[in-house]
C-alpha cells in the first residue's frame, strides 16, 4: 500500500491510500484506533502525549498496524458508493510531515566513501536532520541567501512504525512501517569547508529534507537491499546506486541506533547515499535556482522538486 499525507481544496490535512491514480481517505479510520497498549506505557515513561491524529496515529500501532489498514482497505474498497478523489488533485505533503527524528547516515555505500577518499567506518556514521527540514514532494526548495555550496543526495529513507529500544538485527525489519524517498539537501560550505564542520546545521536548513511521494509499506518490499537508487539534475543522471552496497544494511542501522536511543513511529531513518553527488565531481556541481532534481528507487516511486 502507498500511504500519503494530502491536503484538497484547502480542507484539512488527511491521511490516504493510493489505489489506481486515486486516494482513499483513511483519516476516518485512523482516529478510531485505539492508542497501542506500547504506545499508552512509552508515553506515560516520557510525560509526552500519545500522537492523536494523521500518521502518526497510524504508525503507533505498532506491529498491527499494515494488517490492519490492510483489512479495512479490503472492506472499504468494497463499498459501491466509495468515493475517491483522483491522486492528480490533492496537495501532497511529505507522508511524514514531521517526524520526531531524522537520522541520517554518512557515507554509507562503499562507491560514496570510495569517492569521498577515506576508509570506511567501523560503526555507522550517525548524523541528524533536524526534523523541520522536511519539504513536501515537488515543492521547491529555495537555496538560502548565502549558500553557494547546496548539494543533493538521493537516499532510501525507512519510516518506523512502532517502538524500539535495543532490537536485535534479526527483527529489525519488523519495525519498519515502510519505505520512501529523501532527498538529504546540504550546504557543503558548513560541512566542509569550516572547523569543526556544522553538519546538522548544513543539512537541516528549511526544505532541505524533501521526501516522499508516499510510504510504501514493508510488506511490499521483501528485503530493502535490493534496490536501485537514482538522481537526475536537470535531465542528466549523477547518482545510480544499490541499497546491496550499503556498508551498513537497513537491518542493521535500526540494531545499532536502538542500542542508544529508542525509536518511535513516525522516525526516519535516511540510509546515505551513493556515489555521484555534486561536491566531489571534477569540477564541482552545486545547485543553482532554476534546477530541476528528480529521484527514484526502485519499488518505492520517483520524487521531483526544483530548486528557487
Ligand atoms: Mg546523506
Known amino acids: 500500500?502507498?500511504?500519503?499525507?494530502?491536503?484538497?481544496?484547502?480542507?484539512?490535512?488527511?491521511?490516504?491510500?493510493?489505489?489506481?491514480?486515486?486516494?482513499?481517505?483513511?483519516s476516518s479510520?485512523?482516529?478510531?484506533?485505539?492508542?497501542?497498549?506500547?504506545?499508552?506505557?512509552?508515553?506515560?515513561?516520557?510525560?509526552?502525549?500519545?500522537?492523536?491524529?494523521?500518521?502518526?496515529?497510524?504508525?503507533?500501532?505498532?506491529?498491527?498496524?499494515?494488517?490492519?489498514l490492510d483489512a479495512f482497505v479490503r472492506t472499504a474498497l468494497l463499498d459501491p458508493k466509495?468515493?475517491?478523489?483522483?491522486l492528480d488533485s490533492v496537495q501532497l505533503y511529505a507522508?511524514?510531515?514531521?517526524?520526531?527524528?531524522?537520522?541520517?547516515?554518512g557515507r554509507n555505500y562503499a562507491d560514496h566513501a570510495k569517492e569521498t577518499g577515506v576508509a570506511p567506518f567501523e560503526n555507522?556514521?550517525?548524523?541528524?536532520?533536524?526534523?523541520?527540514?522536511?519539504?513536501?514532494?515537488?515543492a521547491p526548495v529555495t537555496r538560502p541567501a548565502g549558500v553557494l555550496k547546496m548539494d543533493f543526495e538521493a537516499e532510501l529513507a525507512v519510516?518506523?512504525?512502532?517502538?524500539?529500544?535495543?532490537?536485535?538485527?534479526?527483527?529489525?525489519?519488523?519495525?519498519?512501517?515502510?519505505?520512501?524517498?529523501?532527498?538529504?539537501?546540504?550546504a557543503r560550505e558548513f560541512q566542509f569547508d569550516i572547523s569543526p564542520a556544522q553538519t546538522t546545521f548544513a543539512k537541516s536548513m528549511d526544505g532541505f529534507a524533501p521526501m516522499g511521494p508516499w510510504?510504501?509499506?514493508?510488506?511490499?518490499?521483501?528485503?530493502?537491499?535490493?534496490?536501485?537508487?537514482?538522481?537526475?539534475?536537470?535531465?542528466v543522471q549523477m547518482q545510480q546506486g544499490h541499497t546491496a552496497n550499503m556498508l551498513f544494511p537497513v537491518a542493521t542501522l535500526i540494531a545499532y541506533v536502538s542500542r542508544f536511543m529508542?525509536?518511535?513511529?513516525?522516525?526516519v531513518i535516511t540510509t546515505g547515499t551513493p556515489a555521484g553527488i555534486g561536491a566531489f565531481r571534477t569540477p564541482p556541481v552545486y545547485l543553482q535556482p532554476g534546477d530541476h532534481l528528480r529521484f527514484e528507487v526502485t519499488q518505492v516511486g520517483s520524487m521531483e522538486h526544483l530548486i528557487a
Not at 506505557?41 to 492523536?52: I, R
Not at 519510516?159 to 534479526?170: K, L, N
Not at 529508542?262 to 522516525?267: F, S
Open 95 to 105: 507522508p511524514v510531515p514531521r517526524p520526531g527524528k531524522i537520522i541520517g547516515v
Open 215 to 235: 510510504l510504501v509499506t514493508r510488506d511490499e518490499i521483501a528485503d530493502p537491499q535490493t534496490l536501485d537508487v537514482s538522481c537526475w539534475l536537470n535531465g
Open 124 to 138: 555507522p556514521r550517525i548524523i541528524f536532520k533536524m526534523a523541520s527540514s522536511v519539504a513536501a514532494p515537488g
Open 262 to 267: 529508542t525509536l518511535e513511529p513516525g522516525d
Open 82 to 86: 466509495l468515493n475517491m478523489e483522483r
Open 29 to 68: 479510520w485512523i482516529e478510531s484506533l485505539p492508542v497501542s497498549r506500547e504506545a499508552h506505557a512509552h508515553h506515560l515513561l516520557s510525560g509526552t502525549p500519545a500522537p492523536a491524529e494523521g500518521i502518526m496515529r497510524w504508525l503507533q500501532s505498532g506491529s498491527q498496524a499494515i494488517a490492519s
Open 1 to 26: 500500500m502507498r500511504v500519503i499525507t494530502y491536503r484538497q481544496n484547502g480542507g484539512p490535512v488527511l491521511t490516504g491510500v493510493v489505489f489506481d491514480q486515486h486516494v482513499l481517505n483513511i
Open 159 to 186: 519510516v518506523i512504525g512502532g517502538y524500539g529500544r535495543d532490537v536485535p538485527e534479526s527483527e529489525a525489519l519488523s519495525l519498519v512501517a515502510g519505505y520512501t524517498i529523501l532527498n538529504d539537501l546540504s
